[in-house]
């Protein structure tokens, strides 16, 4: 019986190489040498005939057929026979995937001999076993094998280390499957650590790691560190490069070196320079197995900043109090001494793991409900604050996100920074985000349908990470009730003084904007703040405890004779601000790690803060609406009642409230905010009732309820207000 192969498209197919087929030819990048190496993406120089599956490289030259080709990348006859006379050889996965059964085979037939090799080069049993480091044969030669996985942690290809025993004028390295392309090994370790080293080879990286530094390398060696690979280590804190002690090493450190200085410019980038004393040796594994290396010499006598940003001299800084903190933002915003202070701090609480709280300013518009967050955020380092209009989540996501073809995912990662809505988001959005505000999932996975190239749906999935400090500014009084319970709701001051000062700061401003912003950098105690600002976040702080929580709780029960539902809220507030008080002098407190201790201080002045805040909180009410109900509507039904005889008061109309209103504030309050928005605000809050006028049917009169007029205010302050 004649032998029939399959068809060269299945077997290509099959193989996870690339082609395209043109007038009966299927073109692909060359697999036998590096002809494409510098070719454009759409250029290529292996053509097969389509019937025949005879190759021609018009570049290197290589010919053959389909029998030649599957020896070439490691496979037999009977994985491109038609009718196989037998199947031994485990299945790959998937397109330029390795199964977990070739790997445990590879692993299992590990002979002594390169067991003693890897021994030899302080590889252990306890690592070649973690590793899964193994011995087969591809391309008609023994090869050491490692595994290499992909960003998701399944087995992608094997890295093919020489036979220590072949003669060194063959390949020293090789991939399978032919056509697997350079990554990176070890990208679990770029999850959950502060700072990493990037060496030049798999088995140094595997000693680094087993004694406590995490490492990553690309898996082709110096000076193959792909430039997109740089955007995956922007979360760290520090980078160390330790390449080999030749010249291949530190060519490739110095333009790793370039490369990382040009796209993470604020990273802190470090060379390690082998100690002097290793004669005998160019790399981690001599370091460690001949010169008794450690650590410590190796992170911090043998590594030295070279680029990036270097560290903040934290001496400089003295201990501060919310009093300090008000005086600074006092330079740009004037009066609001309660809002810009917990505006700050909020901003603040996003240098931590979960330790962030939201703010919403609600009131009506051109009372200044944005400039206190968008003022406050010029402390803030550019890359961290992201400033929003009116977004919908598909505008959110296509604009925050990044986006990975080959998975369908686009990550939107939100740890560590500050979400500016400049105008209410869309209500979609903010069910989205819902889970993050309160912190019930730091990693959210939904779905977006987008319009395709063809006129259809296409469905992406998104995955929100991360915990954001999270500002709105509203001109909207009206709060859903899910959102109020995730957010300290604040006003502006709209006071005569208040406005007095902000007309003043303004006309200094816009007078000469340049000597203004002039003097204002050259401002020595805003210039110490910022580094300030800079210096918490590189200290990279996860957890923030409180100690001694007993005397929290004493202080707070003292204060509340009746307990009530949303004080569970409450006390989540005034212990988030505590910590937030506590990382403004992190090196002040106790530190274990990144975890700092919060002392009763911190406490004293979150307790300051929140007690001039509450009393709107206790009924879930902007500022702006309680404002007015005790400036306006209180006075108001006062003052009808003033000389009344009868038992039973008269309520006010809208009327007369719209009346109050202007003699309180000096301008009109529009008709339909106040029926639309404020009353049923008050009313759902308990502090006015409704009722048909007895002379007027068609009126309603608003009275206050009796237990929370003007009168009986100390005893709200009392019960509730702490």
Same mark, same amino acid.
């Given at each position: 019986?004649?032998?029939?192969?399959?068809?060269?498209?299945?077997?290509?197919?099959?193989?996870?190489?690339?082609?395209?087929?043109?007038?009966?030819?299927?073109?692909?990048?060359?697999?036998?040498?590096?002809?494409?190496?510098?070719?454009?993406?759409?250029?290529?120089?292996?053509?097969?005939?389509?019937?025949?599956?005879?190759?021609?490289?018009?570049?290197?030259?290589?010919?053959?057929?389909?029998?030649?080709?599957?020896?070439?990348?490691?496979?037999?006859?009977?994985?491109?026979?038609?009718?196989?006379?037998?199947?031994?050889?485990?299945?790959?996965?998937?397109?330029?995937?390795?199964?977990?059964?070739?790997?445990?085979?590879?692993?299992?037939?590990?002979?002594?001999?390169?067991?003693?090799?890897?021994?030899?080069?302080?590889?252990?049993?306890?690592?070649?076993?973690?590793?899964?480091?193994?011995?087969?044969?591809?391309?008609?030669?023994?090869?050491?094998?490692?595994?290499?996985?992909?960003?998701?942690?399944?087995?992608?290809?094997?890295?093919?280390?020489?036979?220590?025993?072949?003669?060194?004028?063959?390949?020293?390295?090789?991939?399978?499957?032919?056509?697997? @392309?350079?990554?990176?090994?070890?990208?679990?370790? =770029? %999850?959950?650590?502060?700072? /990493?080293? +990037? *060496?030049?080879?798999?088995? $140094?990286?595997?000693?680094?790691?087993?004694?406590?530094?995490?490492?990553?390398?690309?898996?082709?060696?110096?000076? @193959?560190?792909?430039?997109?690979?740089?955007?995956? =280590? %922007?979360?760290?804190?520090? /980078?160390? +490069? *330790?390449?080999?002690?030749? $010249?291949?090493?530190?060519?490739?450190?110095?333009?790793?070196?370039?490369?990382?200085?040009?796209?993470?410019?604020?990273?802190?980038?470090?060379?390690?320079?082998?100690?002097?004393?290793?004669?005998?040796?160019?790399? +981690?594994?001599?370091?460690?197995?001949?010169?008794?290396?450690?650590?410590?010499?190796?992170?911090?006598?043998?590594?030295?900043?070279?680029?990036?940003?270097?560290?903040?001299?934290?001496?400089?800084?003295?201990?501060?109090?919310?009093?300090?903190?008000?005086?600074?933002?006092?330079?740009?915003?004037?009066?609001?001494?309660?809002?810009?202070?917990?505006?700050?701090?909020?901003?603040?609480?996003?240098?931590?793991?979960?330790?962030?709280?939201?703010?919403?300013?609600?009131?009506?518009?051109?009372?200044?409900?944005?400039?206190?967050?968008?003022?406050?955020?010029?402390?803030?380092?550019?890359?961290?604050?992201?400033?929003?209009?009116?977004?919908?989540?598909?505008?959110?996501?296509?604009?925050?996100?990044?986006?990975?073809?080959?998975?369908?995912?686009?990550?939107?990662?939100?740890?560590?920074?500050?979400?500016?809505?400049?105008?209410?988001?869309?209500?979609?959005?903010?069910?989205?985000?819902?889970?993050?505000?309160?912190?019930?999932?730091?990693?959210?996975?939904?779905?977006?349908?987008?319009?395709?190239?063809?006129?259809?749906?296409?469905?992406?999935?998104?995955?929100?990470?991360?915990?954001?400090?999270?500002?709105?500014?509203?001109?909207?009084?009206?709060?859903?009730?899910?959102?109020?319970?995730?957010?300290?709701?604040?006003?502006?001051?709209?006071?005569?003084?208040?406005?007095?000062?902000?007309?003043?700061?303004?006309?200094?401003?816009?007078?000469?904007?340049?000597?203004?912003?002039?003097?204002?950098?050259?401002?020595?105690?805003?210039?110490?703040?910022?580094?300030?600002?800079?210096?918490?976040?590189?200290?990279?702080?996860?957890?923030?405890?409180?100690?001694?929580?007993?005397?929290?709780?004493?202080?707070?029960?003292?204060?509340?004779?009746?307990?009530?539902?949303?004080?569970?809220?409450?006390?989540?507030?005034?212990?988030?601000?505590?910590?937030?008080?506590?990382?403004?002098?992190?090196?002040?407190?106790?530190?274990?790690?990144?975890?700092?201790?919060?002392?009763?201080?911190?406490?004293?002045?979150?307790?300051?803060?929140?007690?001039?805040?509450?009393?709107?909180?206790?009924?879930?009410?902007?500022?702006?609406?309680?404002?007015?109900?005790?400036?306006?509507?209180?006075?108001?039904?006062?003052?009808?009642?003033?000389?009344?005889?009868?038992?039973?008061?008269?309520?006010?109309?809208?009327?007369?409230?719209?009346?109050?209103?202007?003699?309180?504030?000096?301008?009109?309050?529009?008709?339909?905010?106040?029926?639309?928005?404020?009353?049923?605000?008050?009313?759902?809050?308990?502090?006015?009732?409704?009722?048909?006028?007895?002379?007027?049917?068609?009126?309603?009169?608003?009275?206050?309820?009796?237990?929370?007029?003007?009168?009986?205010?100390?005893?709200?302050?009392?019960?509730?207000?702490?």
């Amino acid at each position: 019986m004649e032998f029939q192969t399959i068809a060269i498209t299945e077997y290509l197919t099959q193989k996870g190489i690339a082609f395209t087929e043109r007038n009966g030819e299927l073109v692909a990048k060359c697999v036998f040498n590096d002809c494409d190496k510098d070719s454009r993406p759409n250029e290529a120089h292996l053509y097969f005939h389509a019937e025949t599956g005879q190759y021609n490289c018009k570049k290197c030259g290589e010919t053959g057929n389909i029998v030649t080709l599957a020896k070439h990348l490691g496979d037999t006859i009977d994985d491109i026979s038609i009718s196989p006379r037998k199947t031994t050889k485990p299945k790959k996965v998937g397109k330029g995937r390795i199964s977990v059964d070739l790997v445990e085979q590879c692993h299992e037939a590990l002979p002594d001999h390169i067991r003693t090799y890897l021994h030899a080069r302080g590889l252990t049993d306890a690592l070649i076993a973690h590793y899964k480091l193994g011995w087969g044969q591809f391309y008609g030669m023994n090869w050491i094998t490692i595994p290499i996985k992909n960003q998701d942690g399944d087995f992608a290809f094997f890295k093919l280390r020489l036979d220590p025993n072949k003669p060194k004028e063959t390949d020293k390295y090789r991939f399978y499957p032919a056509g697997s @392309t350079a990554t990176l090994f070890g990208w679990d370790m =770029l %999850k959950g650590n502060g700072e /990493i080293v +990037i *060496c030049e080879g798999e088995f $140094d990286s595997m000693l680094l790691s087993s004694i406590g530094i995490p490492a990553i390398t690309s898996t082709a060696g110096a000076g @193959t560190f792909k430039e997109e690979w740089i955007a995956h =280590l %922007k979360n760290l804190k520090k /980078i160390h +490069i *330790c390449f080999d002690k030749d $010249d291949a090493g530190e060519k490739g450190a110095e333009k790793l070196i370039a490369s990382l200085d040009t796209q993470l410019p604020k990273k802190a980038i470090y060379k390690i320079t082998l100690p002097e004393r290793m004669t005998d040796g160019k790399d +981690i594994t001599d370091y460690i197995t001949k010169y008794n290396g450690n650590p410590d010499e190796l992170m911090y006598q043998c590594s030295k900043q070279v680029a990036g940003k270097f560290p903040i001299d934290t001496s400089q800084f003295k201990l501060l109090t919310s009093e300090d903190i008000i005086r600074v933002l006092g330079l740009t915003i004037k009066k609001d001494e309660e809002n810009k202070l917990i505006t700050f701090l909020c901003a603040l609480s996003a240098y931590t793991e979960q330790s962030q709280f939201n703010l919403s300013f609600n009131a009506p518009s051109s009372t200044g409900k944005s400039f206190i967050p968008m003022e406050v955020s010029t402390l803030f380092p550019n890359e961290d604050v992201m400033k929003l209009g009116d977004c919908s989540p598909k505008a959110f996501f296509h604009e925050q996100g990044d986006y990975d073809k080959e998975t369908n995912t686009m990550l939107v990662d939100l740890s560590r920074k500050i979400l500016i809505f400049l105008d209410q988001p869309h209500n979609s959005l903010l069910e989205r985000l819902r889970s993050l505000l309160s912190h019930d999932q730091k990693e959210m996975i939904s779905k977006i349908t987008d319009k395709n190239q063809k006129g259809g749906n296409a469905t992406k999935t998104v995955i929100l990470r991360g915990y954001p400090a999270v500002i709105f500014c509203s001109a909207g009084l009206e709060i859903d009730e899910q959102e109020s319970t995730r957010f300290i709701l604040l006003s502006p001051q709209t006071s005569q003084e208040k406005l007095r000062f902000a007309i003043q700061e303004k006309i200094k401003k816009d007078s000469d904007n340049e000597a203004y912003a002039k003097n204002l950098n050259a401002d020595p105690e805003r210039i110490l703040l910022k580094k300030r600002i800079e210096a918490i976040k590189d200290e990279a702080i996860d957890e923030i405890r409180i100690e001694n929580p007993e005397i929290i709780e004493q202080e707070f029960f003292s204060k509340r004779s009746k307990l009530k539902p949303r004080h569970q809220r409450d006390i989540g507030r005034l212990m988030g601000l505590t910590k937030i008080f506590a990382l403004l002098n992190v090196w002040f407190r106790e530190r274990e790690g990144s975890t700092i201790v919060a002392t009763q201080e911190d406490f004293a002045e979150a307790l300051k803060l929140w007690d001039k805040i509450s009393e709107s909180q206790e009924y879930n009410l902007p500022p702006y609406v309680y404002d007015l109900y005790k400036d306006v509507i209180v006075p108001a039904y006062e003052e009808k009642n003033l000389y009344g005889l009868a038992e039973e008061k008269a309520g006010i109309t809208r009327k007369e409230i719209l009346k109050k209103h202007y003699q309180v504030y000096g301008r009109m309050l529009p008709d339909w905010q106040m029926r639309q928005q404020i009353i049923p605000m008050l009313e759902t809050a308990g502090l006015i009732s409704q009722d048909a006028d007895p002379d007027d049917k068609r009126q309603l009169l608003i009275t206050p309820t009796d237990q929370l007029t003007v009168s009986s205010e100390k005893d709200i302050v009392s019960e509730g207000g702490g």
